[in-house]
């Protein structure tokens, strides 16, 4: 484990270079992002009520495959961002940090409303011959929804720190169709999956601020080490759960196996490579030496 953990701090010190502290444009675009979905709610509550738009948009997705809004809707899953920020978490540590924070404060956004607010869901309230339902049919704790919270988070980080408008569109458009989703496979209404998106979006927004101004996640290599493991045990649990969506499972599969072997071979393989003492991103940088 000594040597292992020899080189982690210079690795992620080095790595967290890379990604800029403060992205200016990110920040406005997560907040403009925040203030359409909260619009949209506002427009389709006010409009009518809290179950305004659910019959048109399910029965408007309902033209497209069960299976691809059952890949969708994954995205959602905690367990599936966690699964993805392990490709994050070596190479780009300042990203899988602000992650962890952005997901703390979406657990508490999304957990502490939905036993307060305790909405009915649709199959609750809707009988079973006017929806489209995929997967199974929850009746509890609808406000917010929880998967659009989720993958507004995890995109919404990613979002943040992109490079170029492109990729920014991307993610949030990414993330948007995951929330949808959610009416889709029957199980929300548009009012839930707006808040979600609207609270996973400034839940990133602030995840971003308080990694900036609290380090120990980079500079201290236990601190990251417990939550690369965190996320590898959700990465296991995708092996054996798919969620409810038996069409998304072979996806689900392969995405834990190929994050699980990332994150062997990053933390356990190469470091313990003969002749070699830097991290896998440090090959070739002044502070770098290579054993002889």
Partial sequence: MSIIGAGLRRDLATAAKRDPAVSAGGARWLGAWAALCVAAAAAWFFSGDYHSGFLTLNGLFAVLPASLWQWLTVLGDERVSLTLALFLSRRHPRVFWALICAALLAIAYARGLKPLVDAA???????????????????????????????????????????????????????????????????????????????GAVAALVGVWLARRSLWGIHDERVHLTFVVLAAFAAVALL??????????????MLASLALGWTALQYLLLPLMPGRSCGPQDSGSNDCTQAD
Avoid: K
Avoid at 240 to 253: E, I, R
């Fill in 240 to 253: 054996f759960d798919d969620g409810g969506y038996p069409a998304a499972a072979p996806l689900l599969g």
């Fill in 121 to 199: 869901r649709p199959p609750a309230v809707l009988p079973a011959e006017r929806l489209r339902l995929i997967g199974e049919a929850h009746a509890r704790h609808s406000f917010p929804s929880g998967h659009s919270v989720t993958a507004a988070v995890f995109f919404g980080v990613l979002a943040y720190y992109a490079q170029s408008l492109r990729w920014r569109l991307a993610f949030i458009l990414l993330a948007t169709a995951a929330g949808l989703s959610r009416v889709a496979v029957g199980v929300h209404w548009p009012v839930d999956v707006m808040a979600g998106l609207a609270g």
